[in-house]
């Protein structure tokens, strides 16, 4: 079952590879949730920064510091401020900005033809969800297409990839692969791209180009094929994406 989004803390020593990326999505998911009194409370602990400088540490030796360093400081203003700027910026970016949404959060908005929720692509999303072996709660509050449960789903299997190893490791692998390839990295790029350029936050920015790097960490590592993911990143694209 994909789970109410939470907060979940790294495992002190080292970290494996799987550990690492497992709270990266749990990151990434909940600084794409609304940014309501707990969200904010959460973000304003700053904890999580220093969780995804480890992660991030773990997988590359890239230097994301300039990320880490925006979120601090965007952060570290008073509470009342910054809640309010940021759930502003969230409502006109992801849910009613006029004239319309500037980057909506739904993979069917960016993947149909006529740009709407729940098409196909969510009912696939939904499907995929249920061949992996989870439901979806009730009360879970939005689509099944949008990032934030989509990067928790892979925070799930990435999590539970952690836990096991031989054949097992492999399947959970080649699902994050399959999921990856068709539903993530399909519009995700295009998504980023959109708030990098029309958001009004460093904050949301710098979270825009910090999943975008992710995601290109993941094609790599899981291997999708170039071909693929090209390919998609352009449907995307032209569909205003």
């Not at 990434?28 to 309501?36: A, E, I, Q």
């Not at 300039?66 to 910054?82: A, P």
């Not at 959970?172 to 990098?196: G, H, N, T």
Request: charged fraction near 25%; proline fraction near 3%; glycine fraction near 8%.
């Amino acid at each position: 079952m994909i789970s109410a989004l939470k907060y979940i803390k790294l495992n002190k020593g080292k970290m494996n590879r799987s550990m690492a990326r497992s709270n990266i999505y749990n990151n990434l998911s909940l600084c794409y949730t609304y940014p309501n009194e707990d969200v904010c409370s959460w973000m304003m602990g700053m904890d999580w920064i220093e969780e995804m400088r480890k992660g991030f540490g773990a997988l590359t030796d890239e230097n994301f510091e300039e990320y880490f360093e925006t979120f601090r400081k965007h952060l570290s203003g008073q509470k009342e401020e910054v809640s309010l700027e940021m759930s502003r910026e969230y409502t006109r970016l992801f849910i009613n900005g006029f004239p319309k949404v500037v980057a909506p959060p739904y993979g069917s908005v960016h993947l149909e033809k006529d740009g709407l929720v729940f098409g196909k692509t969510t009912s696939g999303v939904l499907q995929f969800y249920h061949e992996a072996g989870f439901t979806l709660k009730e009360d879970i509050g939005d689509l099944p297409d949008h990032i934030a449960h989509e990067l928790e789903f892979m925070r799930i299997l990435t999590g539970r990839e952690a836990e096991t190893a031989g054949t097992e490791k492999v399947r959970l692998e080649e699902i994050q692969m399959d999921f990856l390839s068709q539903y993530l990295l399909s519009w995700v790029p295009a998504f980023c791209k959109r708030i990098r350029e029309e958001s009004t936050s460093v904050f949301y920015r710098a979270l825009a180009d910090l999943t975008g790097e992710f995601m290109h960490l993941e094609k790599n590592y899981l291997g999708v094929p170039e071909e693929v993911n090209s390919h998609r990143i352009m449907d995307s694209e032209i569909r205003g994406g």
